[in-house]
């Protein structure tokens, strides 16, 4: 069973869910079970539970520590093209946005590598918009192979490919794959996502699960929080991360916690979420699931990202720019897929991390084969 066929199970669950009666007891149960199941998942997702937002704190930080220690993995991205077909309302890419559309040429590809692996970073991630003419597999089969030589690891998140499209990239040497699902309403999907290819939901929604049956290392997924009730999109998101760790125990899953930024189009979040709102999202999900990768992106301001290190994040990008060639080829005058409010350069945001008592990773696996 895919996926797309559990997650209309778990959508009536949730109309279960929301006519739960939650009480302390109940909260303090789920924190501290220790066995942790969809239901204490949602109970520490409820508004009751903002109230008790110290004690899932310490429980938390306590297991990030046993399954992760005190480390912090450090990547870029690095934006290959931003051509799309697509028309979704909320992003910068939007086919209908008169913006400059840019795409790297390989010898531009190597120059950006070259810059961002002179900072120490051996972890990047590479993007496109969607747009397989522009952005063809073979492009960028040939970007990675281009990248090898400077990075470790180089994961992607382009467009969603087949099984076929997937193992022939990671035999190129792309190790992981994020794909965030946007919003799991397939009914708010439609109505946000006009017209191009992501208008197939499930497609989208299953493209994790080619990831795992192609060999993927690393999965990662997430929702874009603001285009929906946040706690209900919080609670399927972990329930798509909780199925790929059940379903492909070998490979890495991770979840991204990215809230809607300002973007060309001007698009407002539906269903804003606060920093504390975000704080409650990323305990809950550390306490319900314990080896899942968590994600915070510079799309959050400095001193709200650093007050997260400790309490589940295990990834961080940092050196950040979200324009096409904008570490080396080109001027920032490019305003890029959306605004970012951490700018810091590698080096500073190490230097942090360092000083939290927490050690920023460069690279933490090494292949002999």
Not at 23 to 47: K, N
Not at 84 to 93: A, E, F
Not at 131 to 147: A, F, G, N
Not at 301 to 314: D, N, P, S
Request: some cysteine; charged content about 20%.
């Amino acid at each position: 069973m895919s996926f797309y066929h559990e997650l209309s199970m778990c959508q009536r669950e949730v109309a279960r869910l929301q006519q739960l009666e939650i009480t302390e007891a109940r909260i303090r149960q789920a924190i501290d079970s220790g066995s942790y199941h969809p239901e204490d998942y949602w109970v520490l997702l409820s508004p009751k539970a903002d109230d008790y937002l110290e004690m899932m704190a310490w429980k938390a930080r306590e297991l990030t520590l046993q399954h992760f220690g005190k480390t912090v993995q450090l990547f870029t991205p690095l934006y290959l093209s931003n051509y799309c077909i697509n028309r979704c309302v909320y992003c910068g890419y939007n086919a209908g946005h008169r913006i400059t559309r840019r795409k790297l040429t390989f010898s531009e590809v190597e120059q950006e590598g070259r810059v961002i692996a002179a900072t120490g970073l051996k972890h990047i991630l590479i993007l496109t918009g969607e747009s397989p003419k522009h952005s063809p597999v073979d492009y960028i089969k040939r970007c990675v192979t281009i990248l090898r030589p400077y990075f470790s690891s180089i994961s992607m998140e382009v467009y969603p490919l087949s099984v076929e499209d997937y193992r022939e990239l990671i035999e190129a040497g792309i190790d992981g794959v994020t794909l965030f699902q946007e919003v799991y309403d397939e009914t708010v999907y439609g109505q946000l996502h006009l017209a191009g290819p992501k208008r197939d939901f499930r497609f989208r929604l299953e493209a994790p699960e080619r990831v795992g049956k192609a060999g993927g290392r690393t999965i990662g997924i997430g929702a874009l929080l603001g285009l929906h009730n946040w706690r209900v999109e919080a609670f399927l998101t972990g329930m798509h991360a909780n199925f790929l760790q059940q379903n492909f125990p070998w490979a890495e899953v991770s979840v991204s916690l990215p809230r809607l930024c300002p973007e060309v189009g001007g698009f407002q979040p539906i269903s804003p979420v606060s920093e504390r709102q975000l704080v409650q999202i990323l305990l809950a999900l550390r306490i319900f699931l314990p080896r899942v990768g968590i994600t915070i992106s510079t799309r959050e301001r400095q001193g709200f990202r650093e007050h997260l290190i400790g309490l589940g994040v295990t990834k961080m990008s940092a050196g950040v720019s979200t324009a096409v060639g904008g570490h080396a080829v080109y001027s920032e005058d490019d305003p890029g897929q959306f605004q970012i409010a951490d700018r810091r350069s590698v080096a500073e945001i190490y230097r942090v991390i360092s000083e939290l008592g927490y050690k920023p990773i460069f690279k933490d696996w090494h292949d002999v084969g």
